[in-house]
């Protein structure tokens, strides 16, 4: 069991910068492979990238490619999002999620974290 609380959401302006934590526990940290998704109103959920567990490397989605990134620190069992130039369609609840390295499918996610940004 993997529980994972994620943090740093809130009202930006367009333009402006939020950093999405989440914190885990229960499971090894660095053999978890941790994803960020994100649900618009009335959209489904949309994946946004994913940090690999010891390694670090990362894959971020082509709709936020340049605008976020995704980090960790395993010593602190945490992931981040940078997320910088928000738009209003950034707008949603962003969630973490983890997997073991070799699964395909996210096993784990948090509550989820709300991001409004207005225009």
């Known amino acids: 069991q993997v529980i994972l609380v994620e943090s740093g959401g809130g009202l930006v302006q367009a333009g402006g910068s939020l950093r999405l934590s989440c914190a885990a526990s229960?499971?090894?940290?660095?053999?978890?492979?941790m994803g960020w998704f994100r649900q618009a109103p009335g959209k489904e959920r949309e994946f946004v990238g994913f940090?690999?567990?010891?390694?670090?490397?990362?894959y971020i989605s082509n709709s936020v490619k340049g605008r976020f990134t995704i980090s960790r620190d395993n010593a602190k069992n945490t992931v981040w999002l940078q997320m910088d130039g928000l738009k209003p369609e950034d707008t949603g609840v962003y969630y973490c999620?983890?997997?073991?390295?070799?699964?395909?499918?996210?096993?784990?996610w948090g509550q989820g974290t709300q991001v409004t940004v207005s225009s």
């Open positions: 940090i690999t567990g010891s390694s670090g490397n990362t």
């Open positions: 999620a983890a997997r073991g390295s070799t699964a395909s499918l996210y096993e784990f």
């Open positions: 229960g499971r090894t940290f660095s053999a978890l492979t």
